[in-house]
């Protein structure tokens, strides 16, 4: 006769623990919107190609432009998407895209990645600074900032430097606009660096 509460409070207890393990279990979290970026196919080739090899150092960049986060920027404080990222860092993005256009354009005889072994002629060392979605009252843009340094690879001495910035503004507040309009941002400054180098290995020459 006295088993019978003893059995009541075993059940009671396993019922406990089932329903705490259950409570206590992750919950599934809910799929993220992840967008490229990625190089469009507005780079020609250009008329005055060099017998040099060029290598892209990697591209230097606060943390958060090394995530995959997409940032931004609403009343003076910092924030990113909480749903929406993207597939690479900007950082990285601009590295690939930016030796994708400099193959296009045929400026150099070979694009070299910074891990290979190979001897290059010239290296490109850049940081980037800035490439976040800025909010301004009713309007919103992608703020874009780099430096960039032409090095000659024998001497290590610095041929030439640059800081680019620009706006460029979202047409729509929907989170496809403002992917267009990073996408059109880093084809914009990988065009630049381009018509930079173009200008500069004429006066190194």
Known sequence: MKAKPIKSIFLLSISFFFISACSLSPKPQPALNVYLLQSDESMKKLSS????VLKINSVQALLYLKSNEIAYIQNGEFGTYAKHIFKNSPSSAFEALLAYKLEQSGLFKAILNYNTQANA???LESRLH?????FEKNKSFVNTALS???IDAKNNKILAHKHFKFQTNIKEQNINAVIEAFNTALNQLGNEVVFWLESEIKMVQ
Not at 49 to 52: E, H, M
Not at 130 to 134: G, S, T
Request: hydrophobic letters at 40%; charged letters at 20%.
């Open 148 to 150: 960039i340094n032409l």
């Open 121 to 123: 002629d010239l290296l």
């Open 130 to 134: 800035n490439f976040e979605q800025v």
């Open 49 to 52: 190609p060099q017998n040099k």
